[in-house]
């Protein structure tokens, strides 16, 4: 593995150290994270609204592998290795809507919404049929377990660690009483790459310490209205505010708000009374990550297009602030002087949890 854990593990003091810098600047440790976490746990992959219509296909990328999540004619939606039974020509490089078949460009090798091979035209020679012994059953896309919860999409890659319903369990008891299917979204932010290791957009989601210190200008949220949630593998924070919840409030957040993750890459804000913020991340390499957020509120929310704008602003410079901060925690840890650091025994509790978790993960590998 190449990185030493012994300090993680072996500090028994209230300030617990954290990850070593090279767990955040490795690519050898990139690659392993790949393979021993994203590789066999829950990922969150895409937003179920994005594939609406049947014939939808979306590529993503899980542990540096091609994806292809596909609508169907239910609209439920199949994961599978974005590949080509012929020759691994890669079938999909773009979101689009590919009709009732997915066609290889190469030789034209078309497949079900279901992943079957509906076609191998002229396989065996001159004949469009294939060869008599060439069994067409045998040859459909490589599927992977997929599973969709409200508007967002899971993926694993193998078998998985915890069932889907044992997963979502703990976020499902968090979010009690909230009727997430009667959400509407209402606007999507792209962030495209960001300078910065996967880990340090969750750790930095996940823990309340640094609100009133990086958002002074996007929020109002003082610490002392903070806590930490740390429910099984759901981990994060909250705060609590006494505001007038009919309040219009655009120019800056100063809501009660829980902040929810689902080990290792669901990320739900909660911000009342009824909006809710769904981020992806999607790890690119060791220094860059890729990042949308997709914002939601009640069906029933008459909220017009000049506040969806004001809304997608203020959550772009909020997001753009933890940019700034993460991006340069990123080049801290490439010094030769980077170590451990050492977490807050009081609001970076949930963070050291989620940092436990991944090193377990690892190091079983």
């Known amino acids: 593995m190449g990185i030493d854990f012994q300090h993680f593990w072996g500090n028994d003091q209230a300030f617990k150290a954290g990850l070593p810098a090279e767990a955040y600047t490795s690519s050898a440790f990139f690659e392993l994270e790949s393979r021993a976490l994203f590789a066999k746990q829950w990922v969150f992959v895409g937003y179920h609204h994005e594939l609406s219509r049947v014939g939808d296909v979306m590529p993503v990328t899980v542990a540096g592998q091609p ?18 039974r012929h020759r691994c020509l890669k079938l999909v490089e773009a979101p689009k809507n590919c009709g009732r078949l997915i066609r290889c460009p190469y030789h034209s090798w078309s497949y079900r919404l279901n992943g079957q091979l509906q076609a191998a035209p002229y396989f065996g020679g001159r004949d469009i049929a294939p060869p ?10 490589h599927q992977i377990e997929c599973r969709t919860w409200h508007d967002w999409i899971f993926v694993c890659l193998d078998k998985p660690e915890l069932t889907f319903e044992a997963f979502i369990k703990p976020l499902e008891r968090q979010l009690e009483g909230i009727a997430l299917d009667e959400l509407k ?46 429910d099984e593998h759901c981990l994060g924070s909250g705060c609590r505010i006494v505001t007038d919840k009919n309040a219009v409030r655009t120019a800056t957040l100063a809501v009660s708000s829980r902040f929810l993750t689902l080990f290792p890459n669901f990320v739900i804000g909660l911000y009342e009374p009824d909006q809710i913020g ?9 220094d860059r990550t890729s990042q949308r957020r997709v914002i939601y509120v009640h069906k029933d929310n008459p909220i017009n297009d000049a506040e969806i704008e004001q809304t997608k ?15 340069r925690l990123q080049k801290g840890r490439h010094s030769m002087r980077a170590d451990s650091g050492i977490l807050s025994p009081h609001w970076e509790t949930s963070l050291r949890d989620f940092q436990e978790r991944l090193v377990r993960s690892v190091e079983v590998a």
């Open 278 to 286: 769904v981020h992806l991340n999607t790890p690119l390499s060791a």
């Open 185 to 230: 979204p209402i606007g999507s932010i792209d962030f495209g790459e960001v300078q910065t290791n996967w880990k340090a957009l969750m750790e930095n989601f996940i823990e309340p310490y640094h609100v009133q210190f990086v958002h002074q200008s996007t929020t109002s949220q003082p610490l002392v209205d903070h806590f930490t949630v740390l």
């Open 67 to 84: 994806i292809l999540l596909v609508a169907d004619e239910a609209l439920d939606i199949h994961g599978f290795h974005n590949l080509c």
């Open 132 to 141: 008599r012994e060439f069994e067409i059953s045998d040859f459909g896309l």
């Open 313 to 327: 602003s203020l959550w772009y410079r909020v997001h753009k602030e933890d940019h700034e901060i993460c991006e």
